[in-house]
T-cell receptor, first 113, second 114 residues
């Protein structure tokens, strides 16, 4: 597509429920990144994919967070047993390789109530 | 590992005045440097980047930044701002060879008024 697409744009969930956030990167981009933007923590790196593998998961805050990427394209970030502190905007970015400019999606605003 | 410090959380400025948003970084390796802009309820848009070469980098919307290795700074400047420049600005750094894995500063809110 023309840009990085994320869905849903907004998600409200009850504490304890699982949520899935989706990212469609720019076609042909092999690298994909997830970031989290929250009031208390600013913008934080979560995970990096090169193709379907994730060589860097160092930013995932707990084992409730996981992500996968299939077909070298779409990625899903899953948060299990959501907590209120998970409320944030989750941003996805893609780049042609891991060493080039990253293009960001509009983000998914997650609110845990 | 890298870190970024944006000293000013908010910068108020009148339209047509010049502005400088400050950014300092820390890294044990060579770095790439970026400035991103975020308009309300939107994602991040790249303003400009320093990868190598000339230390004065020009970006979109009339912005420029200068890489100063000795002072580990990458301040963003614009000679004359417009109301439409009101947004959040983020400085970011990545390690050489990992240009897409970014470490961000906490952001500077630029508020332009008449």
């Amino acid at each position: 597509g023309a840009g990085v697409s994320q869905s849903p744009s907004n998600k409200v969930t009850e504490k304890g429920k699982d949520v899935e956030l989706r990212c469609d990167p720019i076609s042909g981009h092999t690298a994909l990144y997830w970031y989290r933007q929250s009031l208390g923590q600013g913008l934080e790196f979560l995970i990096y994919f090169q193709g379907n593998s994730a060589p860097d998961k160092s930013g995932l805050p707990s084992d409730r967070f996981s992500a996968e990427r299939t077909g070298g394209s779409v990625s899903t970030l899953t948060i299990q047993r959501t907590q209120q502190e998970d409320s944030a905007v989750y941003l996805c970015a893609s780049s042609i390789t891991g060493n080039t400019e990253a293009f960001f999606g509009q983000g998914t605003r997650l609110t845990v109530v | 590992a890298q870190s970024v410090t944006q000293l000013d959380s908010q910068v108020p400025v009148f339209e047509e005045a010049p502005v400088e948003l400050r950014c300092n970084y820390s890294s044990s390796v060579s770095v790439y440097l970026f400035w991103y802009v975020q308009y309300p309820n939107q994602g991040l848009q790249l303003l400009l980047k320093y990868l190598s070469g000339s230390t004065l980098v020009k970006g979109i919307n009339g912005f420029e930044a200068e890489f100063n290795k000795s002072q580990t700074s990458f301040h963003l400047r614009k000679p004359s701002v417009h109301i439409s420049d009101t947004a959040e600005y983020f400085c970011a750094v990545s390690g050489y060879g990992t240009a897409s894995k970014l470490t961000f500063g906490t952001g500077t809110r630029l508020q332009v008024t008449l």
